[in-house]
């Protein structure tokens, strides 16, 4: 049982470059969401879905795209990277009220 | 809308004394109250948790937490602090449960020998 796993660990990448930041759960969790962690700025939700095929948008989803075409995958797409996504990514699942949290994707956007 | 105010963004406290972690909530409706941990360069991990009945709630690595519904806060304690404690300490507040989770700002907390 791995839990939450999230590819790549770390990314560098050129402003205006796409990339998939890729997150799989192996606990056949409903609910999954993302996180962006910024200093000083806690964890902000940026998408999430409460099951395969609905997603919705959180607190700061311009600039990112999501999809849930299975339950145990959330994918997150950055279509344009901007220097201001700089930052450090969580996917995270749960079944009920606790949140499993996976070990953080760090992407630099230069 | 709900939101989490932490009220101290470092805390320096010696191994073996108490800690307390300030966080206030506000909300108009009933919600969830967690405090997770984050490890250095690790994910977050859940230490503890308020949804109904006592208001002492007790963790994990003998963290426990007090729910004040008049204050509006939900503080951390330890009575006893480790070097092994020193972590980033997040408050959150959730409605909905697993989901659409609202996190403060987050305290590090340095536990000096």
């Known amino acids: 049982n791995a839990g939450v796993t999230q590819t790549p660990k770390f990314q560098v990448l050129k402003t205006g470059q796409s990339m998939t930041l890729q997150c799989a759960q192996d606990m056949n969790h409903e609910y999954m969401s993302w996180y962006r962690q910024d200093p000083g700025m806690g964890l902000r939700l940026i998408h999430y879905s409460v099951g395969a095929g609905i997603t919705d948008q959180g607190e700061v989803p311009n600039g990112y795209n999501v999809s849930r075409s299975t339950t145990e995958d959330f994918p997150l797409r950055l279509l344009s990277a901007a220097p201001s996504q700089t930052s450090v990514y969580f996917c995270a699942s749960s079944e009920g009220v606790e949140q499993y949290f996976g070990p953080g994707t760090r992407l630099t956007v230069t | 809308a709900q939101s989490v105010t932490q009220l101290d963004s470092q805390v320096p406290v010696f191994e073996e004394a108490p800690v307390e972690l300030r966080c206030n909530y506000s909300?108009?409706?009933?919600?969830?109250l967690f405090w997770y941990v984050q490890y250095p360069n690790q994910g977050l991990q859940l230490l503890l948790k308020y949804l109904s009945g006592s208001t002492l709630v007790k963790g994990i690595n003998g963290f426990e937490a007090e729910f004040n519904k008049s204050q509006t806060s939900f503080h951390l304690r330890k009575p006893s602090v480790h070097i092994s404690d020193t972590a980033e300490y997040f408050c959150?507040?959730?409605?909905?449960?697993?989901?659409?989770?609202?996190f403060g700002a987050g305290t590090r907390l340095f536990v000096k020998a």
């Open positions: 909300s108009s409706v009933s919600v969830y």
């Open positions: 959150a507040v959730s409605k909905n449960g697993g989901f659409k989770t609202i």
